[in-house]
């Protein structure tokens, strides 16, 4: 083989390589990253929604929203541990709310500190065992939103900011303005029939009720379901803080909390 020929050869083979590394390149480049913004700015605080349905709608159960209402509010809910099911649970500086969507899980699409809009018209809103809920009717009574209509009425804006803030509170602060936000009560205790109990009754269908105790014996239950998966985790002694969702169950006419997952519980003697 001659000189010419071996240089005719070896321009090829690298003309070859680049076209190559070029595809491969090609093939592995990363989508640009967009922001997810919403162009509808709220116009109703979920303090004025909330009032709306209890002032404005008259009726005890169920309503449909015709006006065009706007919320925004930060994801302060997650269900990956599985104590919360098919509830995304938002807050602004006004209050709190409670949206219920058929989808699960949720903690992949609406992450901790997500804000997000909702457009409110013909989703309806209802009293769910004491506690308002943005969602769908379901055969007269406050059902979950449909997922085709997801992308209808909830808006991504921006991506996940910081972990949202719970407000310390104490347990006789409680009050309806306050359900469906995330509190933190500080220098607790668990009832000593509830401690080294698991948080969830062995053979409980559905879930158990803990209580929670201040330094004043004002209480409060913790409800944990059979599905969370620190459902066989024990209850700790000593004292505490517990970070919660504050809700509110009409059967028994008192407050209730919901651990997002046990991470919730800081500072017991485990």
């Known amino acids: 083989m001659n000189k010419n020929n071996k240089i ?3 321009s090829v083979f690298v003309t070859a390589v680049v076209l190559f590394n070029a595809c491969v390149k090609g093939d592995f ?19 004025q929604l909330n009032k709306y349905f209890t002032d404005s709608l008259h009726t005890p159960a169920l309503a449909l929203i015709t006006k065009d209402i706007v919320i925004q509010g930060t994801v302060i809910s997650s269900d990956e541990a599985g104590n919360i099911y098919k509830s995304l649970y938002i807050e602004d500086s006004t209050g709190g709310i409670d949206i219920a969507l058929n989808q699960n899980p949720l903690y992949t699409s609406y992450k901790l500190g997500q804000r997000i809009y909702v ?16 969602g769908y009717n379901n055969s007269g009574a406050i059902g979950q939103i449909p997922s085709s209509l997801f992308s209808s009425h909830l808006y991504l804006d921006s991506f996940p900011g910081k972990p949202p803030v719970p407000k310390i509170i104490t347990i006789p602060s409680f009050s309806k303005d306050k359900i469906s936000t995330l509190i933190k009560l500080d220098s607790v205790h668990f009832s000593p029939a509830d401690t080294m109990q698991p948080f969830v ?16 014996g004002n209480q409060v239950v913790i409800y944990t379901s059979a599905y969370a998966n620190f459902a066989t985790v ?6 505490g803080c517990i970070t919660a969702i504050l809700s509110y169950y009409s059967g028994s006419n008192s407050y209730q909390l919901y651990l997002r997952d046990i991470n919730d519980v800081q500072g017991f003697n485990k």
Do not use: S
């Open 29 to 47: 480049d990363q989508p640009p990253v967009v922001m997810p913004h919403t162009p509808y700015p709220a116009n109703m605080t979920i303090a």
């Open 119 to 134: 457009k409110c018209k013909d989703l309806y809103i209802g009293n769910y065992k004491g506690v308002i809920e943005l």
């Open 201 to 216: 009754q062995t053979g409980a269908q559905y879930g158990t009720n803990r209580t929670v105790i201040d330094k004043n």
């Open 8 to 10: 005719i050869i070896l």
């Open 234 to 239: 024990l209850v700790p002694k000593g004292t």
